[in-house]
């Protein structure tokens, strides 16, 4: 059951990611990119991490998709089209594939190591998902936390003083 | 049984296509999006390994990976407004001010 849902949603997962790259309008790999955000969700509940799967969607899904497209449909590219969309097939082609290649060999010759840590199956049911990553972020990760929030500040003014007519 | 290693050869898949959108587009916006896809094989990467470590210091790593993402969606997008608006095009074999 749970190999039939991993290969179903990869498939869709993998499809959707190939036509973000050759569609020729860009609203259509909007929306192509949005089905692989969704797909992503299903492999983080899969992987028991409800949380992550919820923020997948809500910020992914939600805010940098609904930005992206408010720019696509603010600057009319629908039409601004040209006939030629792609260049240097052939040599980014092979490109990828070599990326392909080194890293499906890599993960397909090694193995992952180092399990058994004290997050399991049982740890999550018992606490939730959300009361785990809160404790490892507002604990652990506390000072990276706020230096996100800084970043974040300096993104929202830099994004507005770039967007102004005249400074 | 669905493995750690069907996860990351997923990603490494997805991140492939990425790489290939990013080399071969010629439009800002897509070659932004085909970025975004190469930061969530990234994240799947980092979720499935935590899940297989049993540590949570993975996906807070992910938190912040979509905290950059947001960051860079806001100040990229704008980049992309401002060139716009001086030479009325997106593509990126007009990006070139800086060619002599």
Not at chain 2, 68 to 91: C, H, P, Q, T, W
Request: charged share 10%; proline share 1%.
């Amino acid at each position: 059951m749970e190999a039939i849902l991993f290969y179903l949603t990869a498939t869709v997962a993998i499809f959707s990611a190939f036509f973000v790259t050759q569609c020729r309008n860009p609203i259509n790999s909007a929306l192509n990119l949005i089905t692989t955000f969704l797909c992503l969700a299903v492999f983080y509940v899969m992987l028991e991490a409800p949380f992550m799967a919820a923020i997948q969607i809500m910020v992914y899904a939600g805010a940098i998709m609904v930005l992206i497209i408010f720019v696509i449909m603010l600057l009319n590219l629908g039409l601004a089209v040209k006939t030629r969309y792609t260049h240097g097939l052939a040599g980014g082609g092979v490109l990828a594939a070599l990326v392909l290649m080194v890293t499906t060999h890599f993960v397909g010759t090694g193995t992952a190591t180092g399990t058994g840590g004290e997050i399991t199956s049982e740890v999550i049911a018992t606490y939730g998902h959300t009361e785990l990553i809160g404790k490892a972020m507002f604990v652990d990760f506390l000072l990276p936390f706020e230096i996100a929030s800084i970043l974040l500040l300096v993104a929202i003014v830099g994004a507005v003083i770039l967007s102004k007519r005249k400074v | 049984m669905i493995t750690v290693n069907h996860y990351m050869m997923l990603s490494a898949i997805l991140f492939t296509i990425g790489t290939f959108g990013v080399l071969t587009r010629k439009n800002a916006i897509v070659i932004f999006m085909c970025i975004e896809v190469m930061l969530n094989s990234v994240n799947l990467t980092f979720i499935a390994l935590s899940r297989h470590v049993g540590n949570m210091d993975g996906q807070i790593f992910v938190f912040f990976v979509m905290t950059v993402a947001a960051a860079e969606a806001a100040v990229g997008l704008a980049l992309m407004i401002a060139f716009y608006r001086n030479k009325d095009s997106l593509d990126t074999d007009d990006f070139n001010l800086l060619k002599w």
